[in-house]
């Protein structure tokens, strides 16, 4: 699938074949081997198998495959965070429904990329900090600091957590919270650290290049009159909710697909939005309320400075706020005390559903593949 999958599966297979990570002066490489390694180790261990019994194509569809199982994974510590929210059952369901049946979250979980495993292990790490948080635990906060370190070695955007985590344990009980902060960030420093180590005698630098194996994508700026506004919301709303611009040049939504999406974001931001936020004051936060709202503002935060000053990047990169937008569904869902409340609910994830509908409709009716890649 275009654009990323082929660079995706270069990275597997340089893995897979070389037996090490690149490093200066490496031919063959490609883009996605900026990131940190661990999701193309375990889909390059998995790929090795199924290469081994039945050839490269059967390894490349072990390696989609295990993409699509991390998915699974990180719907269900979604789940989790969302029941330490207290929120009612319905509306649990309701939002991890609306998450594991997402079009966008479909496209991308089961294709090779190293997105599946990154949510997995940020979400879980975001649940073990809000369990460090409500037990006091320095064990739960060492636990959480190396799903974390794991997470960060998935994806550098996992970096939102690891901050937010340290936010929150750090303005928590004040009881031990110290001890709480450095069991976290120990082992978390010693699971990722090295990557960093490594990339600067192999590179230079604390990071790949930005142009190891392509050129680098400039940054956007800031949006400088209405249009780039426009243009920024819509590829935020398209991310949340329409694969078009993850299968780029691919499939096109017709225009009451794009005006539905639009009034449903509005619906969710809105009456979503009001209950979450009266909720919100109606109290002191608790802590797994404070850690999803910090995760969501570092997430948003990294992905709109990176997009403006470093290099342009999609809205997927600060998909860690997806508890945070999955509040807002649940919220807008609520307890199904009444008709109407199961009316709404039966209504969002019919929506999410006509929706994949059509996105695997519109990919099953493309004649061939925007992008050829040799399965042997």
Not at 40 to 46: D, G, T
Not at 51 to 57: L, N
């Amino acid at each position: 699938m275009p654009y990323d999958e082929p660079s995706h599966w270069t990275a597997v297979n340089f893995l897979l074949e070389q037996h090490r990570l690149p490093h200066s002066g490496d031919t063959g490489l490609s883009y996605e081997q900026q990131q940190p390694p661990l999701a193309y180790l375990l889909a390059a261990l998995a790929g090795g198998a199924g290469r081994a019994v039945a050839g490269v194509p059967a390894e490349f569809y072990t390696v989609r495959l295990l993409g699509g199982m991390e998915f699974l994974v990180a719907a269900v510590f979604l789940w989790r965070l969302l029941g330490r929210l207290a929120l009612p059952p319905l509306a649990r369901r309701v939002a991890v429904a609306t998450f594991v049946l997402n079009p966008v979250l479909l496209a991308m979980a089961w294709s090779i990329q190293n997105d599946s495993l990154f949510l997995a292990l940020g979400f879980a790490a975001l649940d073990l900090g809000c369990r460090a948080l409500q037990t006091r635990s320095t064990g739960a906060a060492l636990t959480a600091g190396v799903v974390a370190g794991a997470a960060a070695l998935a994806k550098q955007n996992a970096l939102a957590v690891v901050i937010a985590v340290v936010i929150v344990l750090l303005a928590g009980p004040a009881e031990r919270r110290l001890a709480r902060a450095a069991s976290y960030l120990v082992p978390l420093v010693v699971i990722c650290g090295w990557w960093y180590v490594y990339n600067i005698v192999a590179f230079g630098g604390p990071l790949p290049p930005r142009d190891l194996g392509s050129a680098p994508f400039p940054a956007r700026g800031l949006p400088a009159s209405p249009h780039a506004v426009l243009e920024l919301a819509r590829g935020v709303v398209t991310f949340l909710w329409s694969p078009t611009e993850y299968w780029r040049n691919v499939i096109a939504s017709p225009a009451v697909i794009d005006a539905a999406v639009v009034a449903v974001t509005a619906v969710v931001l809105v009456v979503g939005g009001a209950r979450v936020i009266r909720r919100l004051t109606a109290g002191p936060l608790t802590q797994p309320q404070l850690a999803i709202v910090m995760t969501a503002a570092v997430s948003i935060a990294g992905w709109f400075v990176t997009l403006t000053w470093f290099t342009a990047v999609a809205a997927r990169y600060g998909y860690l706020a997806w508890p945070a937008w999955a509040w807002l569904i649940a919220a807008l869902a609520g307890d199904g005390r009444t008709g109407g409340r199961r009316v709404v609910a039966v209504a969002l994830v019919g929506f999410v559903l006509l929706l994949a509908g059509w996105a695997l409709w519109s990919v099953h009716d493309v004649s061939a593949p925007a992008v050829q890649i040799d399965l042997g």
